[in-house]
């Protein structure tokens, strides 16, 4: 018996290692399939002439599924019916409900409209050509869809050719033609008639082929299009494309919280809104300001009257326009004061300054006064700072003016009721700000000299993140220097400001305008301490 039981634990010790190690091996599913269906046979071939029949049939190498194929299915020239579309197992059959026209050549773009089965993964822009004549038209057009701002190529884009030339297309009609950009933002659009089109390129969210949302991008060429088969090269066209502001934003709530701040929320970033009481005999300003996202504007006021709220903009054709009137009530000021327990002070001075930085702060309620004796500035731990100057800029911000030395620590108290607020008698509660002013030998420069024919230049200085550093609006010829710079990478853009807002302006489909061009510096610019170097920008 004792070696029978021997036996059997070591064949269960057996069995039991073997299953132990056996556990981590279970077998994977194996790749994750991420190729298309392939179209391995149609009916007609591809590119046929003479075509007589009223349907025509695609096959693919697996099984697939249709994706909202009766919006994505685009046949150029486009049928009045809508033909009926079948799949049967892995083959496709689109039966046409209409007689085609005699010596034309019909595109069939599925678009996004077939995918595979089990992974999902689409077909994209699978294209079957034929002719009902001897012939197949043979023009096409080639080119790039990038982002008018960042100049990157743009993904899955639609471009769309109209072979009218009316402005109302790209809302209301589905292409004739049409392709989708690839990884790079290269499209190629063939079987083309000779003629005269319209041109736009779509960014869309909807699936539909129709410019018909506001949060979609889209682009336009300025002319119509002329193809002709005398052409020996096929034309290039590459479109910008861009997010177009149709009214610059409007007003989607306003909220108050009986502190006496309205907060007027907006549906996109403002620039320059003003708000203000208007009785029958003058105009009343509201002390007001923008968030840092510029999409809310937080108004003060004591008075119980309507809200005008305006903008004054030059992307506008007029000078001020009128967004809204709002009905408010107004607070009493106990209770404001009652909520309002201190005025906050604020900076966006960090650890590390540069020598010629300025010391700015903002006050989160519109100042009334400042008192500079509540106020104490010293360095390098004990040090009185003799010579400062405390100076209002705005009715939220200050600043404090002195000549900051390198290599000194610093330190700024502000006491309480260095602000005092308009609301009386919410003073400012104790803040301290402590930071090291950097030496010369820390920081780098750079110089650029400006070669380029471009008007109206506005150059912008930004770090990898797409921050502003700096801002310059120079002359043709001219060369700009970035000094104090912080060791980094940074990069430059010129904007072409046509309108000289000093912003960059994008396009407007209805207004035809494109947006303003945008030129970058085909280099990164490293920053090295201690250090002064210069490049040239020319055409």
Same mark, same amino acid.
């Not at 639609?158 to 292409?175: A, F, G, H, I, Q």
């Not at 502001?245 to 007003?251: A, N």
């Not at 203000?276 to 009343?284: C, M, P």
């Not at 519109?366 to 405390?390: G, H, N």
């Given at each position: 018996?004792?070696? @029978?039981? +021997?036996? *059997? ?65 685009? @046949? #150029?020239?486009?049928?009045?019916? %809508?033909? =009926? ?7 496709? +059959?689109? $039966? ?40 197949? &038209? ?13 100049? =990157? ?13 009316? !402005? ?19 499209? *190629? ?13 779509? $960014? ?19 002319? /119509? ?14 479109? /910008? ?26 549906? #996109?970033?403002?620039? !320059? ?7 029958? %005999? !003058? #105009?009343? *300003?509201?002390? #007001? ?5 510029? &999409? ?17 903009? +030059?992307?506008?054709?007029?000078? $001020?326009?009128?967004? !809204? ?34 010391? @700015? ?12 004796? %509540?106020? %104490?500035? @010293?360095?390098?731990?004990?040090? &009185? ?8 800029? &705005?009715?939220?911000?200050f600043m404090v003016s002195t000549k900051l030395m390198p290599k000194k620590a610093y330190r700024l108290d502000f006491f309480p009721g260095v602000v005092n607020s308009v609301f009386q008698l919410i003073e400012s509660d104790s803040t301290v700000f402590k930071w090291n002013v950097l030496e010369e030998k820390d920081l780098g420069?750079?110089?650029? +000299? ?9 150059v912008q200085l930004t770090n990898g993140k797409g921050e502003i550093l700096h801002t310059v609006t120079p002359k043709a010829g001219e060369t700009i220097s970035f000094s104090n710079l912080k060791p980094a990478s940074l990069f430059m853009r010129l904007i072409e400001d046509e309108n000289q807002d000093k912003y960059w302006t ?9 947006? $303003? ?14 250090? /002064? ?7």
């Amino acid at each position: 018996m004792k070696n @029978i039981f +021997k036996i *059997n634990s070591t064949v269960a010790l057996f069995i039991l290692l073997i299953t132990g190690c056996a556990q981590p091996g279970v077998p994977s599913g194996g790749p994750v399939d991420k190729s298309p269906p392939e179209v391995v046979k149609s009916i007609p071939t591809n590119e046929s002439v003479n075509f007589s029949g009223s349907s025509v049939q695609v096959t693919f190498d697996e099984y697939v599924q249709l994706n909202d194929i009766n919006n994505q299915l685009i @046949i #150029s020239p486009p049928l009045t019916q %809508k033909p =009926e579309i079948t799949l049967k197992k892995k083959t496709l +059959k689109i $039966e046409f409900t209409e007689a085609l026209l005699e010596n034309t050549t019909y595109s069939v773009n599925f678009g996004e409209g077939v995918k595979d089965y089990n992974a999902g993964n689409i077909l994209r822009n699978y294209i079957m050509a034929f002719s009902t004549g001897p012939e197949l &038209d043979s023009l096409a057009i080639s080119g790039k869809i990038t982002d008018a701002f960042t100049s =990157e190529g743009k993904e899955n884009v639609k471009v769309m050719l109209y072979n009218s030339l009316e !402005d109302s297309l790209p809302r209301t009609v589905k292409p004739y033609y049409f392709s989708q950009t690839d990884t790079e933002g290269n499209y *190629n659009i063939k079987y083309l008639p000779e003629g005269a089109y319209k041109l736009f390129a779509l $960014e869309e969210l909807d699936g539909d082929f129709l410019y018909n949302n506001l949060d979609e991008n889209i682009g336009f060429l300025d002319t /119509s299009l002329l193809l002709s088969p005398l052409d020996t090269i096929a034309p290039v066209v590459n479109v /910008s494309l861009f997010n177009e502001e149709l009214d610059y934003g409007y007003i989607s709530s306003v909220k108050t919280d009986s502190t006496g701040v309205f907060k007027i929320a907006f549906s #996109s970033p403002q620039r !320059d809104v003003m708000a203000f009481h208007r009785t029958e %005999k !003058d #105009s009343i *300003n509201i002390v #007001s300001r923008l968030n840092g996202g510029k &999409d809310t504007l937080f108004c003060y006021t004591k008075l119980g009257e309507p809200i005008y709220v305006h903008r004054t903009d +030059k992307r506008f054709l007029t000078a $001020e326009v009128l967004i !809204d009137t709002l009905e408010i009530m107004s607070y009493d000021l106990a209770e404001v004061y009652a909520l309002n327990k201190a005025t906050k002070i604020t900076s966006e001075i960090r650890r590390q300054v540069l020598p010629d930085q300025k010391l @700015i702060f903002e006050s989160s309620l519109p100042m009334q006064a400042l008192d500079s004796s %509540k106020v %104490k500035f @010293i360095y390098s731990d004990s040090l &009185d700072v003799l010579s400062y100057q405390l100076s209002v800029l &705005d009715e939220f911000h200050f600043m404090v003016s002195t000549k900051l030395m390198p290599k000194k620590a610093y330190r700024l108290d502000f006491f309480p009721g260095v602000v005092n607020s308009v609301f009386q008698l919410i003073e400012s509660d104790s803040t301290v700000f402590k930071w090291n002013v950097l030496e010369e030998k820390d920081l780098g420069e750079i110089k650029i +000299k400006l070669n380029l024919t471009s008007s109206n230049q506005l150059v912008q200085l930004t770090n990898g993140k797409g921050e502003i550093l700096h801002t310059v609006t120079p002359k043709a010829g001219e060369t700009i220097s970035f000094s104090n710079l912080k060791p980094a990478s940074l990069f430059m853009r010129l904007i072409e400001d046509e309108n000289q807002d000093k912003y960059w302006t994008t396009g407007n489909y209805d207004l035809m305008r494109q947006p $303003e061009k945008v030129l970058r510096f085909p280099q990164k610019l490293e920053v090295r301490a201690n250090w /002064s170097q210069e490049f040239i920008w020319e055409d």
